[in-house]
């Protein structure tokens, strides 16, 4: 049986979390999810060796920008530890790729990057995008299902702690609950915060700061942004559309 502790925590995060693995929100939701790797291991997506996957491909001080996501993919296949990440082996064409990861993509072409070739993302993480959801689990079908085991303490205790030790750090914030962290960020003024609505579905239009204008002919630019904010602060920028080997199965 895979059982759950800090030890699945690279050393750097570890360090930088302190003293919250004395504290009892961490105990409960490890007790929490514990008990449901004994009961339902099957349905955990995704599995738990690849919880804190974003964490163990985006070092501590390699963190250049935050993308915060939900939680994982709930459909067959999907979730690999990384936020709005699925495995390369899945067609864009086709039914599986999700509509977020469809509109990034057309974000990106019409930034002048081009389109992704895949949805596989572990070539971002390892540039310094550090791909992190909200919850880092959740059952097999039902979305949100794990989002009161407890991840929400160490999230937001995450977030909290590395903005005050990073300065001029990126975050995109897409969507209403990503956005729910802003107040986490100290010192905002020295990061750079891109705000704009979710790029899934139809609500990749909405709000006064759509992800995509309507019609799909201007993109909310914050990947052209990003790049800009690196390069004046002396960091190299992301290669958005890379030519690294994909993580096809993970």
């Given at each position: 049986?895979?059982?759950?502790?800090?030890?699945?925590?690279?050393?750097?995060?570890?360090?930088?979390?302190?003293?919250?693995?004395?504290?009892?929100?961490?105990?409960?939701?490890?007790?929490?999810?514990?008990?449901?790797?004994?009961?339902?291991?099957?349905?955990?997506?995704?599995?738990?060796?690849?919880f804190f996957k974003a964490l163990q491909l985006t070092p501590v001080d390699s963190v250049k920008i935050v993308i915060l996501g939900q939680d994982p993919y709930h459909s067959p296949g999907l979730a690999q530890g990384l936020a709005f990440s699925i495995?390369?082996?899945?067609?864009?064409?086709?039914?599986?790729?999700?509509?977020?990861?469809?509109?990034?993509?057309?974000?990106?072409?019409?930034?002048?990057?081009?389109?992704?070739?895949?949805?596989?993302?572990h070539d971002w993480a390892k540039q310094g995008v550090l791909l992190l959801n909200t919850a880092l689990s959740v059952r097999l079908?039902?979305?949100?299902?794990?989002?009161?085991?407890?991840?929400?303490?160490?999230?937001?205790?995450?977030?909290?702690?590395?903005?005050?030790?990073?300065?001029?750090?990126?975050?995109?914030?897409?969507?209403?609950?990503?956005?729910?962290?802003?107040?986490?960020?100290?010192?905002?003024?020295?990061?750079?915060?891109?705000?704009?609505?979710?790029?899934?579905?139809?609500?990749?239009?909405?709000?006064?700061?759509?992800?995509?204008?309507?019609?799909?002919?201007?993109?909310?630019?914050?990947?052209?942004?990003?790049?800009?904010?690196?390069?004046?602060?002396?960091?190299?920028?992301?290669?958005?559309?890379?030519?690294?080997?994909?993580?096809?199965?993970?």
């Amino acid at each position: 049986m895979r059982s759950f502790s800090e030890a699945d925590i690279p050393q750097d995060w570890q360090k930088l979390l302190g003293d919250y693995f004395e504290s009892n929100e961490w105990l409960a939701l490890k007790n929490n999810l514990q008990a449901l790797l004994v009961q339902e291991p099957s349905l955990i997506r995704p599995e738990p060796e690849y919880f804190f996957k974003a964490l163990q491909l985006t070092p501590v001080d390699s963190v250049k920008i935050v993308i915060l996501g939900q939680d994982p993919y709930h459909s067959p296949g999907l979730a690999q530890g990384l936020a709005f990440s699925i495995p390369a082996n899945i067609p864009t064409n086709s039914r599986a790729f999700p509509s977020s990861l469809r509109n990034i993509s057309k974000a990106l072409a019409l930034e002048g990057f081009g389109h992704l070739p895949h949805g596989d993302l572990h070539d971002w993480a390892k540039q310094g995008v550090l791909l992190l959801n909200t919850a880092l689990s959740v059952r097999l079908g039902e979305a949100a299902s794990h989002a009161n085991l407890g991840w929400k303490s160490l999230i937001d205790r995450l977030i909290n702690t590395l903005a005050l030790y990073k300065p001029h750090l990126v975050w995109m914030l897409w969507g209403g609950h990503a956005q729910s962290k802003l107040a986490l960020i100290p010192n905002s003024h020295t990061q750079l915060i891109l705000q704009s609505s979710h790029p899934s579905g139809l609500g990749v239009y909405r709000t006064d700061r759509p992800f995509l204008e309507p019609g799909g002919q201007k993109s909310c630019g914050h990947f052209s942004k990003t790049n800009e904010w690196l390069r004046t602060h002396q960091m190299s920028p992301i290669q958005w559309i890379g030519h690294a080997t994909p993580d096809l199965f993970s």
